[in-house]
Nanobody
Framework: QVQLVESGGGLVQSGGSLRLSCAASGRTFSTYVMGWYRQAPGKERDFVAGISRRGGTTYYADSVKGRFTISRDNAKNTVYLQMNSLKPEDTAVYSC??????????????????WGQGTQVTVSS
């Protein structure tokens, strides 16, 4: 079992940057595929990015490709989401998630068994 705690959210102007962090408990962090999701008011929770166990493979939603970068530091039990060139439509609650799925990087939220509480990102125009 793993517990996840996000941090780094806040208010930023359009075009700005933020880096989100997700700290995981336990000593088996490297066995989990990690993902970031976001949920805007009145909308579904959507996949943003995912990263393999050792960090060698990443996958992004088309809406963030080229602007966001997911990374992980297994020694620190932490996964990051660097967000650049932020737009007002990026405003949402961002949550990290973990899965022991063995078949690549899932995008369906039902594939992830562990979730953090989320951190708010607000991008002003």
């Amino acid at each position: 079992q793993v517990q996840l705690v996000e941090s780094g959210g806040g208010l930023v102007q359009s075009g700005g940057s933020l880096r989100l962090s997700c700290a995981a408990s336990g000593r088996t962090f490297s066995t989990y595929v990690m993902g970031w999701y976001r949920q805007a008011p009145g909308k579904e929770r959507d996949f943003v990015a995912g990263i393999s166990r050792r960090g060698g493979t990443t996958y992004y939603a088309d809406s963030v490709k080229g602007r966001f970068t997911i990374s992980r530091d297994n020694a620190k039990n932490t996964v990051y989401l660097q967000m650049n060139s932020l737009k007002p439509e990026d405003t949402a609650v961002y949550s990290c998630a973990a899965t022991v799925n063995l078949a690549g990087i899932p995008t369906l939220k039902s594939e992830y068994g562990y979730w953090g509480q989320g951190t708010q990102v607000t991008v002003s125009s």
